[in-house]
Nanobody, 124 residues
Framework: QVQLVESGGGSVQPGGSLRLTCTVS????????MAWFRQGPGKEREFVAS????????NYADSVKQRFTDSRDSDKTTVCLQMNYVQSEDTAAYYC?????????????????WGQGTQVTVSS
């Protein structure tokens, strides 16, 4: 089993920054991909970013490219999503997910393990 716990959510003004952390336990992650998804009010859960644990290779949704950065800390077994220049459209519950694969995918059905989510609200 892989356990995932998100933290770092909160309220932020448009144009500001926020850093989300996903703390991972339960497995060695060399063969895993980690991803961030989000679900806004009345919306489907959508892909935000992924990172392949083995080499740190990342992939982003078009809506967050150049603004969000996904990274991992192997020593701390954490994954972080640095969110810069946030917009009202970024308001959502953000979820960390894990899949045992070396080919990270963008569809939520591919991911076996999920955190409980952390809320991000962008408002002036």
């Amino acid at each position: 089993q892989v356990q995932l716990v998100e933290s770092g959510g909160g309220s932020v003004q448009p144009g500001g920054s926020l850093r989300l952390t996903c703390t991972v336990s339960g497995r060695t992650l060399d063969n895993y991909a980690m991803a961030w998804f989000r679900q806004g009010p009345g919306k489907e859960r959508e892909f935000v970013a992924s990172i392949r644990w083995r080499d740190g290779n990342t992939n982003y949704a078009d809506s967050v490219k150049q603004r969000f950065t996904d990274s991992r800390d192997s020593d701390k077994t954490t994954v972080c999503l640095q969110m810069n220049y946030v917009q009202s459209e970024d308001t959502a519950a953000y979820y960390c997910a894990a899949e045992r694969t070396l080919r990270p995918r963008c569809n939520r059905q591919a991911y076996d393990y999920w955190g409980q989510g952390t809320q991000v609200t962008v408002s002036s």
